[in-house]
């Protein structure tokens, strides 16, 4: 669904003053794979995943690595 988003709004623009300005997106994705998993960690892989795909240069969906169940 994020890459989906992702390739719908790539290409767009917005008009503004006398010019068109690119409009992208990054995402981050982090997966609850252990119930028990408190939410602020998965926030916090989330916004990791997230700062990954702009760092690799932006316009891209990043999934953060799945914690491993004991």
């Known amino acids: ?6 390739a719908a709004v790539h290409g767009h623009g917005i008009a503004w003053r006398d010019e ?3 409009v992208t997106i990054s995402t981050g994705l982090a997966c609850a794979v252990d119930p028990d998993e408190p939410r ?5 892989r989330a916004d990791e995943a997230l700062y990954r ?3 690799e240069g932006r316009n891209r969906v990043v ?7 004991a």
Do not use: F, G
């Not at 669904?1 to 992702?6: C, N």
């Open 20 to 22: 068109t300005l690119s």
């Open 63 to 69: 999934a953060a690595p799945e914690l491993r169940v």
């Open 53 to 55: 795909a702009k760092t």
């Open 1 to 6: 669904a994020a890459e989906r988003l992702r």
């Open 40 to 44: 602020d960690s998965l926030l916090r």
